[in-house]
């Protein structure tokens, strides 16, 4: 008998940690090859593992809601016949809520001497029941877990300052929250002993970081016992959960890409000051071209030719022409992106919604395009993007036009600083100019609404750049070929 190492695989250059959301093979149950053993999140996308080899689940190494990180072993699979090289003893981590005290052995296998540090001093207090799922504000699975090894409560780490992106709470930030409450009791010392105040400036200025592990110790001398911990910080009940008045209101909870949602979306406006261009542009020749060419362009290619490609290309070729729209900001920093990759939001059969991301958009001509449209498209619909098709976004187009919507005020998909709305296609009345003169006549014509962080994109380039797309609608070619 041989055993295997079934680890978390590679999911994109960007994803570095899931969270397992659900085990679909029990200890003792047989597994074949390339069947899926477990499912996992990340921020933005459900996936499953399958294992790579034929043979028997005897051990797994996480429990539903863990966070896992890339290149961790998180199962082990006995094979039968054949020879399977076992990894490294050391790279088989335990869960990381493992109390060190007790298991040294259990501390996950980390990079760095910091981190290793970071899980010895949140493991030394018996875990709390709060549950952190019923905040507005979006914390990481690892935030959770520390929060809740600390007996952090959820009114504490709401009102805890992030400094990582779109004022997110890091694993630093907690960290230092915790050291600070854990020093808080020197403030209330017998008199004999008084503790130094500190000032306004040491109160507001981040705690700084310990590099080395051999700060441990110390945050453990002056952990409290849990009942000593819950009366020098009192902690606020949990939400409770909502009742229908009358007795026939239904109570839906939020599942978890919608929290997830939710909270992207809150954070979106808090960090962002939104303003908006609209314009309207004629697209009687896209449409006409498209109606001429659909049928062919199906026949040959075996895909649909939508509206969606035509309008992505066209948008790529505009951010060429105003580079500081494909941007994104950093604190006090302006990122200017080298590629442009663009998002394409797409709404999902359960009514979530999900940006997968077209690379390198600006090099596809509109055959490449219309497969990349349709094959995000398809696969969103079906389940089945991989992590690493949502991550890399520069600038994202929505269509709300698809149910009905003549315009909209869509809301930036952060750290992007624009995102355009394509509203729906109408026949109208127009003025139409001639070298005979003007005269009334039937045009098909759709709003853009674009939406731009005003911190960094100012009206002129916001408008300039909606006004280029319209102006690169307007004089479509109808003789181009796909």
């Not at 609209?278 to 896209?286: G, M, P």
């Not at 919604?353 to 079906?382: E, F, H, S, T, W």
């Not at 006549?441 to 609404?449: A, E, H, V, Y």
Request: no cysteine; net charge negative.
């Amino acid at each position: 008998m041989a055993r295997f190492e079934l680890k978390l695989p590679k999911m994109g250059e960007s994803v570095a940690e899931a969270t397992i959301t659900n085990w679909l093979k029990e200890v003792g149950d047989h597994i074949d090859v390339d069947e899926a053993v477990l499912e996992i999140a990340t921020d933005k996308v459900d996936s499953e593992v399958p294992s790579e080899v034929s043979g028997t689940l005897v051990e797994r190494l996480f429990e539903k809601d863990d966070l896992v990180k890339v290149g961790q072993t998180i199962a082990i699979i006995e094979v039968e016949g054949g020879v399977v090289v076992d990894a490294p003893a050391e790279t088989t981590p335990e869960p990381p809520a493992a109390p060190v005290a007790e298991q040294p052995q259990a501390m996950p296998t980390i990079g760095t001497m910091e981190t290793a540090r970071d899980f010895t001093a949140v493991s030394s207090v018996p875990p709390t029941k709060e549950d952190y799922h019923n905040s507005d504000k979006f914390f990481s699975p690892l935030v959770k877990n520390i929060a809740r090894e600390e007996n952090v409560s959820m009114a504490e780490l709401e009102s805890i300052p992030g400094t990582g992106n779109d004022g997110r709470v890091t694993k630093n930030d907690i960290l230092d929250y915790v050291a600070k409450r854990k020093d808080a009791p020197s403030v209330s010392a017998p008199a004999s002993q008084p503790a130094p105040q500190e000032s306004p400036a040491q109160l507001t200025e981040p705690a700084p970081q310990v590099s080395t592990v051999t700060e441990a110790p110390k945050v453990q001398e002056v952990q409290k016992p849990a009942a000593q911990q819950s009366a020098a910080t009192p902690q606020p009940a949990s939400k409770a959960a909502p009742v229908s008045v009358n007795g026939q209101d239904e109570i839906i909870e939020m599942d978890r890409m919608r929290k997830l949602i939710s909270g992207y979306m809150i954070q979106s406006l808090q960090t962002s000051a939104h303003v908006q261009s609209f314009i309207e542009v004629d697209v009687t020749s896209i449409w006409d071209w498209r109606e001429k060419n659909k049928n062919a362009f199906e026949k040959r290619e075996g895909e649909k030719l939508t509206f969606t490609p035509i309008f992505m290309e066209i948008v790529a070729k505009a951010l060429k022409d105003f580079p500081m729209m494909n941007i994104s900001v950093e604190g006090e920093h302006i990122i200017k992106k080298k590629n442009i990759n663009l998002g394409m939001a797409a709404a999902l059969p359960n009514g979530n919604l999900i940006v997968p991301v077209i690379k390198n958009a600006d090099q596809l001509n509109l055959l490449g395009m219309a497969k990349a449209v349709n094959d995000l498209g398809n696969r969103a619909k079906a389940g089945k993007l991989k992590p690493d098709d949502t991550q890399g976004g520069t600038y994202t187009v929505t269509n709300v036009g698809t149910f009905g919507s003549v315009f909209g005020t869509p809301i930036i998909n952060q750290p992007q600083v624009g995102i355009l709305a394509l509203g729906a296609i109408r026949k109208v009345p127009a003025v139409i100019e001639t070298p005979e003169g003007d005269f009334i006549g039937i045009r098909k014509k759709m709003f853009l609404s674009h939406s731009y962080d005003h911190r960094v994109v100012d009206g002129a380039l916001g408008g300039s750049f909606v006004k280029r797309v319209a102006e690169y609608m307007e004089a479509f070619d109808e003789n181009r070929s796909f």
